[in-house]
């Protein structure tokens, strides 16, 4: 795959950054760059300030101290062009996979007349043909996060920030939801953080691996996966590269542990 990043400019960089809610620092002198179509992972103990990081990027929080900026400007507000994907999988109950799909098409714009082909586009790339019609409630916790996915494509983001989307999933479904993003991300070729306890997962997806101490969260370890793409779960966990991989994470994250 190409090398995205080479010549551009990174898609985030913090600079310092701490964050205090009262008198409890959270985040402590976090400096990190994420380049332009990277994937990278936010791993590390609970309580470590994962969320409270994607929080600070997507501007819905502003930190105490640092800075925060995405494509070259400072974050004061929720950037244009960034998706947010959650656990929960937040879709409208009352609305078919069809309407909350074209949800995503209206925040990004897209005139009325163009939405039932982008729709049914998407609805087909994601293996959601079939179940237009059907409400969450009829849906499998992995299908929701398919229409999830689907409603954040159809926005179009050009950073996606994801918050352990995958945590709630059974171990089976969770493999089958990784490799359809591994499968977005390599067609649509955005920049990717995500924030997740599976270590296996984040060293199947990423780029890097970002591995955040105790509380208040510093970073640990800054770790490249050089690993072949593209990836498929069984042939990857074959390699002893990947087994290599989250041995080192675990031993950085147990590490931090015994020093609090």
């Given amino acids: 795959m190409t090398d995205l990043s080479a010549g551009a400019a990174p898609k985030v960089v913090l600079e310092h950054v701490s964050q205090y809610y009262g008198p409890l620092e959270v985040l402590k002198d976090i400096s990190l760059t994420i380049d332009n179509g990277s994937f ?125 989307p995958f945590g709630a999933l059974d171990a089976q479904t969770k493999i089958l939801m990784a490799r359809e993003l591994l499968k977005i991300w390599s067609t649509y070729k955005k920049s990717v953080v995500f924030v997740t306890h599976d270590i296996e997962e984040a060293v199947f997806l990423s780029d890097r691996v970002i591995v955040l101490s105790g509380r208040p969260g510093t970073i640990q370890a800054d770790l490249k996966v050089d690993l072949p793409r593209p990836r498929d779960f069984r042939t990857t966990k074959k390699i002893p590269l990947f087994h290599d991989l989250c041995a080192e994470i675990w031993d950085q994250i147990m590490q931090t542990q015994a020093l609090e």
Wanted: aromatic share 6%.
């Fill in 40 to 164: 990278v992972s936010i791993v590390g103990p609970s309580g470590c300030g994962k969320s409270t990081l994607l929080k600070l990027i997507s501007g819905l929080e502003r930190p105490t101290n640092g800075e925060v900026s995405v494509d070259g400007a400072p974050v004061v507000a929720t950037p244009d062009k960034l998706g947010f994907m959650f656990q929960r999988d937040a879709l409208l109950p009352w609305a078919t996979v069809e309407q909350n799909i074209t949800v995503g098409l209206e925040l990004h714009g897209m005139p009325p007349e163009h939405h039932a082909a982008r729709r049914d586009n998407l609805i087909a790339f994601l293996g959601l043909k079939g179940f237009e019609h059907h409400y969450p409630s009829m849906l499998s916790g992995g299908m929701r996060q398919r229409v999830s996915l689907g409603r954040l494509l159809a926005y179009e983001p050009e950073l996606y920030l994801m918050d352990e």
